[in-house]
Each structure stands twice: as C-alpha cells, then as structure tokens.
C-alpha cells in the first residue's frame, strides 16, 4: 500500500534535556486533524524536505521514524528527537527544526501496540521512552495494569522525568547513581505469567539484553513485543548473503537478487511498486506474504509467528532456497 504523506507544521518546540528536542506537529495550513493513532505508533519523516527548509544541503532524502510519545486523541502529533552523534543526519537535520518550519509525514502505523494482556511489563532504555510514554498514558486511561523501568544513564539524559515522578507505577534505574536502583532484569521480570506482556524498546545492546534474559527466564516468544531504531546485529549463525531469484506471482516476473543487494532494491531498480519505508528491518511497511520457497529472516520487525506464517520483509531478509515467490 503507498505511504499516504500529510503536510505538518512544527507548532511547538521545548528541551526534554540538552539532546533531546521534543516537537509539537499540527496539521499545515490549518487543515483537519491528523489520523488518529493507537499508543506505540510512528510516523516517518522525509528529512530531504526538512533540510531544503534548514537551509542544509544533503543528496537525496532520508526518512526517519519517530514514535508518537504524546497522548492520542489531541489532532496533533508529538516525536521526542535524541540528537545522536551517530546519527547518518537524520537527527541533525530534526534538531534545526524551529517553530513554524513545515515538513512532511506519513500516516501513523503501528507495529508495537498494546496487546490485550491483563498486565504489562515496560522496558525503556534512554530514547526508547517515546512509544513506551504513550502506553503510560492509555493504560493510566484506561486503568490498566502496568510497570514501566525507564533505564537511563543519567538523570540528565532522561526525558519526561517530571511527567512520571511521581507515578508510583514507574521504576527509574540511572547508570550513575545508587548501584540498588539498577536495573535487577530477572527481579523485574520474574517468573513467566500467560497473562503479561513484555514490551521492550532502546538502543540495540539493551534491547537484547532484556530480551535475552526473558527468553532464558522461559517467557514464550508471544509474549515479548519490541521496536528497535536501528537494525539488531545479526544473528551469529546467520548465514552469508547468498544470490537468489525472487518470482512476482501476480505475473510470473524473475528477478535476481544478487548477494550485495536486497530483494527489495531488486524490486524496486525495477520499477515494482513496492513499499519501504526504514529499509533496515524495523518498521513493517515492506511486509509481503511469501507464496513458495524458503525464507531467511533477517528482520527486527516480524514477530516468529508472523514469519511462521508466510510474511517476509525484503529490505533486509533473504532466501535459503533458490526462489522465493512473493504475494505481488
Ligand atoms: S522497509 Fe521497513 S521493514 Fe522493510
């Protein structure tokens, strides 16, 4: 399905901490709300049109994804954006945004909703906050049951600190101070319960580790729902890239996928209609059910029931068998 972009106006601009711009989005031109959206949704950002209005200069576009941090239901959209020194320029060109400057976004989707879990066990680390605080915010609407470990190097980095102080359901754990208040994983996990949900997000190192101690703790796969900002490193015993042919089945089209491209720049070099968004694996907007061969999962997006039934994200994952024929 093509992205469906709106034209966003910055409406307000304030300091969550010295790296962190927290940006207020409304409707350019005064046209009608944005779409509404489920707590844990993003939006893409087409950066090449931020920086032509920056007044930077940068070869082709970029788009970045940013979650919804603020409460659904206002008609306005809020991102919380860490100005990254390991940024590819994304985040820089996010941090000359002023109030007043216009951009363009995408529709929100939502691949890390709240499940219908009786309770819900929050995992952020730094920046990882933004979907997680727009959870906060539907469960204390909703009043559901819920705790939120916001996991930070310093009291300093962290956003939103006076928006959850005094919630009695939060737990901060800040690298520097008092070793008590660290983050205990396996305490705050406890034992595996078929009526919670897991939800991580953060940098990739943090992510993996409070997912790997779920899994060795014996929670079932179901029951951990992550986002990523950046592709996790691959799996040790991912095989090399091979060469394989994907097979359009709505026409029979071949086309080879050579070891140094994804299916997907296969697909799209040959002017296939194919959506993408992050092309790294992490926001969903590739997905296409497979019809036959075997796949090679390379994504941070699908969940291990998705993949076991038939979903494929061609941005970053491959084929074991010599074919793979896709649902387009
Ligand atoms: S383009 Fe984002 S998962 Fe493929």
């Not at 659904?72 to 954006?81: E, F, I, M, S, W």
């Not at 042919?245 to 296939?272: F, H, K, M």
Request: glycine share 12%.
């Amino acid at each position: 399905m093509a992205t469906t972009w709106l034209d966003a106006v910055v409406v307000a601009r304030t300091a969550a901490t010295a790296n962190i711009a927290v940006l207020d989005l409304a409707p350019a031109g005064g046209g009608p709300d944005f779409p509404a959206y489920t707590a844990g949704a993003h939006i893409d950002v087409l950066i090449d049109v931020l920086l032509e209005q920056g007044g930077l200069l940068e070869q082709g576009g970029l788009t970045r994804q940013y979650s919804l941090c603020g409460p659904p239901g206002t008609g306005q959209y809020r991102l919380a954006v860490l100005n990254d020194p390991a940024s590819r320029g994304g985040s820089r060109a996010m941090h000359t945004l002023e109030v007043g400057d216009r951009l363009r976004i995408s529709a929100p989707r939502n691949r890390f909703p709240l499940t219908a879990a009786r309770r819900h066990l929050l995992f952020a680390g730094g920046i990882g906050i933004t979907p997680l605080l727009a959870m906060v915010g539907s469960l204390d609407a909703e009043g559901g049951d819920y705790t939120l470990h916001y996991c930070v190097r310093s009291r300093g980095d962290a956003a939103f600190v006076s928006e959850l102080a005094d919630n009695p359901r939060v737990a901060f754990h800040f690298d520097d101070e008092d070793p008590g208040q660290r983050l205990d994983v396996d305490s705050c996990l406890g034992t595996p319960s078929p009526d919670t949900a897991v939800y991580v997000c953060g940098p990739g190192g943090f992510m993996d580790h409070v997912l790997g101690r779920a899994e060795a703790a014996g929670w079932p796969p179901a029951a951990l729902h992550k986002e990523r900002f950046a592709a996790g490193a691959p799996a040790p015993d991912a095989a090399e890239p091979g060469a394989f042919t994907v097979r359009l089945a709505s026409t029979g089209a071949e086309y080879q996928v050579p070891e140094d491209r994804s299916a997907l720049d296969v697909l799209l070099e040959n002017g296939i209609d194919a959506p993408s968004s992050c092309q790294q694996g992490i926001c969903g907007e590739c997905v296409v059910r497979i019809l036959a061969g075997e796949p090679d999962h390379r994504d941070d997006v699908l969940s291990p029931g998705e993949q076991a039934d038939g979903l494929f994200a061609p941005c970053t994952s491959r084929a074991l068998s010599r074919v793979l024929e896709l649902d387009m």
